[in-house]
């Protein structure tokens, strides 16, 4: 089956760093990933849809300078979270759709997540 | 209100017990429906989906849908310790965008 592979798996950084965080399709072609961030007892909340060679589509609340979103290849997209601070800290998941999924049933394929804690 | 409602548990049950995971939605543009099942500290993993209302089986899973009262429903058969996860509905319409509800956390015991 499709794999989705994330780096890191976890990462402490300080507060005002800035934090990159690897989404890959390994074994497919994915022109749009989704990222999405989870915290403690709660939903996934969709924070960005990222389409391959072109910027990247944000959520109504999440800003675009601080979550900067890069797809530059159909097989791997990042996110960078500029100036973390301790709110940041979450559980970061992204998602990619098979490039050959096509119609209106097709499947999201999610990574295993990155968990961010800002001291 | 939210668009996703989903009782977040947790939920206790035997082995070989029934399991019925339910979600309620207000949104009517909603036309495919997801359940997925995370493991702790791990990605979802879709487990099936259906369109528009009806029923679908697949092994010890069976997924319902009632557009005309907007609930969603997830039943196992026979469960086992192994099924012990958080399931989450998510619906959708004809865009990519997934909402999901907050999960219920299901652990069966032996």
């Known amino acids: 089956g499709a794999v989705v592979s994330q780096h890191p798996s976890w990462v402490i950084c300080k507060s005002g760093t800035s934090v990159k965080i690897e989404c890959r399709s390994l074994d497919f072609q994915a022109t749009t990933m989704f990222w999405y961030r989870q915290f403690p007892k709660q939903s996934l909340m969709l924070m960005a849809t990222s389409n391959e060679g072109s910027k990247a589509t944000y959520e109504q609340g999440v800003e675009k300078d601080k979550f900067l979103i890069n797809h530059a290849s159909l097989t791997l997209s990042t996110l960078t979270v500029t100036s973390a601070h301790p709110e940041d800290s979450s559980f970061y998941i992204c998602?990619?759709?098979?490039?050959?999924?096509?119609?209106?049933?097709?499947?999201?394929?999610f990574g295993p997540g990155t968990r961010l804690t800002v001291t | 209100q939210k668009e996703v409602e989903q009782d977040p548990g947790p939920l206790s049950v035997p082995e070989g017990a029934i399991v019925s995971l339910n979600c309620t939605y207000s949104?009517?543009?909603?036309?495919?429906f997801m359940w997925y099942r995370q493991y702790s500290r791990k990605g979802p993993e879709l487990l099936m989906y259906?369109?528009?209302?009806g029923n679908k089986e697949d092994g010890r899973f069976t997924a319902q849908v009632d557009k005309s009262s907007k609930y969603i429903s997830l039943f196992i058969r026979d469960s086992q310790p192994s099924d012990s996860a958080t399931y989450l509905c998510?619906?959708?319409?004809?865009?990519?965008?997934?909402?999901f509800g907050t999960g219920t956390r299901l652990q069966v015991f032996p």
């Open positions: 259906t369109y528009s209302s």
């Open positions: 949104n009517s543009a909603f036309q495919y």
């Open positions: 998510a619906p959708r319409g004809n865009t990519d965008k997934l909402i």
């Open positions: 998602s990619a759709r098979d490039r050959l999924g096509g119609g209106q049933t097709y499947e999201q394929y």
